[in-house]
């Protein structure tokens, strides 16, 4: 399965917008980019998905730059209630949709 | 019913007993899946079953584990003489069958094997 690389963690301020970054340079051309999100003491909880082109919904926006070897996930405004382990995943054609968690980035999100 | 249903929520076993944990997925998603996760761990894959194909079981650590789903709805998994390093949080999902596709998770079932 193709790898996606992650901050351990990040911080933001309530109410600012908050970017975090994944790469995931071996993608490849059929692989979708997954987000998730989990909360304390939660199961972990979709937030978006692409495959090429920049996708928004009501939780939050994912950016896909153009070589596809990155992305974004773009919360608006941060609450308290964001702060969580977000997942970049690709699921890939060979492995049936399986999806592999990664260790994810820890978000903060202060007042 | 509306989400993923997991129980019991939490179970507390003595080494060396069986324990089987229920999955109810969405009505009408195909492809169900159980992950478990130790504490302050990420998630680790168990086994996939889609429709009438054979059970994706690599995830499965050992034989100790197995699961079924009948009638293409209900899951059970089973762990057998359970080990102290099997207490974990076992979370199931269920999706459509695709890639582009979502995952739905259960809140998951607490074990801890005293």
């Known amino acids: 399965d193709a790898k996606t690389t992650q901050p351990n963690s990040m911080e933001s301020n309530e109410e600012e917008p908050v970017h975090l970054p994944c790469n995931h340079s071996t993608i490849s051309g059929t692989d979708y980019i997954h987000w998730y999100r989990q909360l304390p003491s939660q199961g972990p909880e979709y937030v978006i998905h692409?495959?090429?082109s920049n996708v928004n919904n009501r939780m939050a926006s994912l950016a896909i730059a153009e070589d596809r070897k990155s992305s974004t996930l773009i919360l608006h405004r941060a609450t308290l209630r964001d702060a969580a382990v977000y997942y970049c995943?690709?699921?890939?054609?060979?492995?049936?949709?399986?999806?592999?968690f990664g260790t994810g980035t820890r978000l903060q999100v202060t007042l | 019913g509306a989400g993923v249903s997991q129980s019991p929520s939490n179970k507390v076993t003595e080494k060396g007993k069986d324990v089987e944990l229920r999955c109810d997925p969405i009505?009408?998603?195909?492809?169900l899946y159980w992950y478990r996760q130790s504490l302050g761990q990420g998630l680790e894959f168990l086994i996939y079953?889609?429709?009438?194909?054979?059970?994706?079981k690599s995830g499965l650590p050992s034989d100790r584990f197995s699961a079924e789903r009948t009638g293409g709805s209900v899951s059970t998994l089973t762990i057998q003489r359970t080990q102290q390093e099997d207490s974990a949080v076992y979370l199931c999902?269920?999706?459509?069958?695709?890639?582009?596709?979502?995952?739905?998770f259960g809140s998951g079932t607490r074990l801890t094997v005293v």
């Open positions: 995943i690709l699921s890939s054609t060979g492995t049936a949709s399986k999806l592999t």
């Open positions: 009505s009408g998603h195909t492809a």
């Open positions: 079953f889609q429709g009438n194909s054979a059970p994706d």
């Open positions: 999902a269920s999706s459509l069958v695709g890639q582009s596709y979502g995952y739905t």
């Open positions: 692409g495959l090429t």
